[in-house]
């Protein structure tokens, strides 16, 4: 089973979360209801537009990579988004292609 590690924003881009899971669809409608810990979060400060996420093999790996991004500057974090998706449009993972 793989897991994704995943970056989210606001409509205003002045947020940033990071998380991972297992099922990146389910994990974002969890977040746009509010549902769960995270919801908290990317509730009060609407940060709910997928910007970034990448596939890990295992679990290890997707955590060992979420804690390494979280610790970066908020820079180096929109460097790591703009090199993945340039202009910072919302991914809608129902009509992504690489």
């Not at 205003?12 to 409608?29: K, M, P």
Request: glycine share 6%.
């Amino acid at each position: 089973m793989s897991y994704c590690v995943y970056l989210l924003t606001n409509p205003a881009r002045t947020v940033l979360y990071t998380g991972v899971t297992n099922d990146l669809e389910r994990r974002l409608y969890e977040h746009s209801q509010g549902l769960g810990n995270a919801g908290k979060f990317t509730g009060r400060y609407q940060c709910n537009l997928l910007v970034y996420f990448e596939i890990c093999p295992d679990a290890r790996q997707a955590i060992v990579r979420e804690k390494e991004i979280k610790g970066w500057s908020r820079a180096k974090k929109e460097a790591l988004i703009t090199a993945f998706n340039p202009d910072w449009n919302p991914i809608d993972l129902r009509t992504w292609t690489e």
